[in-house]
């Protein structure tokens, strides 16, 4: 079972940076498939960004703007980041890491992400 905790998030004007971070530990999987996701206030769950053996896919609304890093594993142990800038009131939801993906389909589906992290609030103002 991997278990995920996530960390940074926070408030930031317009136009700002924060950066999100993610631990996913016991994830044998040799891909260590991963990916951020976000769920503002009264919205569906949608794809950020999904990493696949150092293969990134961005959605439009964050491509050019937000960027994804991983770590070589060790011990099953990878730590998974999200660089946001010149960030835009829109941007302004709760954050998820997730791991493991099962199934077919597109990766931006959330019902193919077998573990998730606890969430990270990001707020973007004005």
């Known amino acids: 079972q991997v278990q995920i905790v996530e960390s940074g998030g926070g408030s930031v004007q317009a136009g700002g940076s924060l950066r999100l971070s993610c631990t996913a530990a016991?994830?044998?999987?040799?891909?260590?498939?991963m990916a951020w996701f976000r769920q503002a206030p009264g919205k569906e769950r949608e794809g950020v960004v999904s990493?696949?053996?150092?293969?990134?896919?961005?959605?439009s609304a964050v491509k050019g703007r937000f960027t994804v890093s991983r770590n070589n594993p060790e011990n099953g142990v990878y730590v998974l980041f999200l660089e946001m800038n010149n960030m835009k009131i829109e941007d302004t939801a709760v954050y998820y890491c997730?791991?493991?993906?099962?199934?077919?389909?597109?990766?931006?589906?959330?019902?193919?992400?077998?573990?998730w992290g606890q969430g990270n609030k990001v707020n973007v103002s004005s």
């Open positions: 997730a791991a493991v993906i099962i199934g077919t389909g597109s990766w931006n589906s959330p019902d193919r992400w077998r573990s």
């Open positions: 990493i696949y053996t150092g293969i990134t896919y961005y959605s």
């Open positions: 016991g994830y044998t999987y040799s891909s260590g498939t």
